[in-house]
């Protein structure tokens, strides 16, 4: 998928203590929004390409993948946020195709402090579902109206489901 950073990233977000290692490139990166708990990673050939000026990818759409960070270790998160549940996207390079969401709007449908909190005690299976581009799209944009991440909005809908159908 692509994300297009419609805003300079530093503003969204800052280094992480695990950023200061510098026997790699890769930078990691945690959400400035103390509401939000979300890590960015920008992998070692992105990085390169910018020669580590993040604000150079202002403007850029980026491939990149989406999920979750569990077991937060302090170092890739803030210290008061270790052990919650995080969303994580992790920037690979830039792409010449369409986007299929901003940065901004990413960062208001990843985790709240309060529902990680909530969700880091739940447990259960994992699966991962692939939907075409359009409709993660339309997903994230019903979830951003609704006030939920994307996997609560989704985890909502499966159990009320599930529930309709027993």
Avoid at 8 to 31: C, G, K, Q
Avoid at 65 to 87: F, K
Wanted: charged share 25%.
């Amino acid at each position: 998928m692509n994300i297009l950073i419609d805003t300079p990233i530093t503003r969204l977000f800052e280094p992480s203590a695990a950023d200061l290692d510098n026997s790699t490139s890769r930078r990691y990166l945690v959400a400035t929004d103390p509401q939000k708990l979300a890590i960015t990673v920008i992998q070692e050939e992105l990085a390169n390409e910018v020669d580590g000026e993040l604000e150079r990818l202002t403007g850029k759409t980026i491939d990149y993948s989406a999920g979750h960070h569990h077991y937060n270790r302090i170092g890739y998160c803030l210290p008061e946020n270790e052990g919650l549940l995080h969303s994580k996207l992790s920037m690979r390079k830039i792409v010449t195709d369409p986007h299929d969401i901003t940065l901004s709007l990413w960062l208001q449908c990843a985790i709240d402090r309060e529902e990680s909190a909530h969700r880091s005690e739940m447990s259960g299976e994992q699966i991962v579902i692939y939907v075409p581009p359009q409709l993660a799209t339309r997903l994230r944009q019903i979830a951003l109206v609704a006030g939920k991440s994307l996997n609560a909005l989704i985890n909502d809908e499966l159990i009320g489901f599930a529930q309709d159908n027993q």
